[in-house]
């Protein structure tokens, strides 16, 4: 399991070969939202949540993915890479 975490350690994506599960800390009831961009630019996932989420990566096709979560605070990115 591959473990992503912002630099203030307290917010993670964490991804296994199909899965990616994304955990983060901020103020009680803030939304936030997600989006997974392949490196085409074409957004292959959205979703809001709040505090976390899990994304089944398993129908996604091989390659590089860019996962963005947004608040009303703050962005945090990191790449994935999908085998």
Partial sequence: MKTLSSSDGRNTMHS???KLAVNFVFG?????SIIAVNLSGQVIFEE???ESTSIDTNS???GVYIIEVTTAE???A???LVK
């Fill in 28 to 32: 009680e009831g803030l939304a936030a």
């Fill in 78 to 80: 990191e790449k994935l």
């Fill in 74 to 76: 703050k962005k945090h």
């Fill in 48 to 50: 809001s949540f709040h």
């Fill in 16 to 18: 296994t070969s199909k």
């Fill in 60 to 62: 996604w096709p091989k």
